[in-house]
């Protein structure tokens, strides 16, 4: 089971960060999420998580985790090798 959402607060005891899954979908028998987002209540900026592709017992090369490739590793060959349209991106948009 996985939760629907998760509150953060700062030492003080006040909300900070609200996680929500809004997407959750099952791949292989695994429940998966698609869509999570991340909103910053004090500054009014939502983070958003989309998954369009997923593949579980995929093997994949050592080298995409050495620590000095992490900053190519979206970019790295095996990604179209397996068939993945596009690499990852990320996007910051403001709530109203």
């Known amino acids: 089971m996985l939760p629907l959402k998760r509150e953060y607060y700062d030492p003080a005891g006040a909300l900070w960060k609200v996680e929500t899954f809004e997407k959750i979908t099952v791949i292989d028998g695994i ?3 698609l869509l999570v987002r991340m909103a910053d209540v ?3 900026f939502t983070s958003e998580l989309r998954v369009s592709e997923v593949r579980y017992n995929t093997d994949l090369p050592d080298s995409l985790f050495d620590p000095t490739q992490l900053a190519g590793a979206a970019d790295a060959d095996v990604w179209r090798n397996l068939g993945f349209r596009s690499a990852a991106t990320a996007q910051s948009v403001a709530t109203p």
Request: proline fraction near 17%; charge should be positive.
């Open 42 to 44: 004090r500054a009014g």
């Open 31 to 33: 429940p998966t999420l």
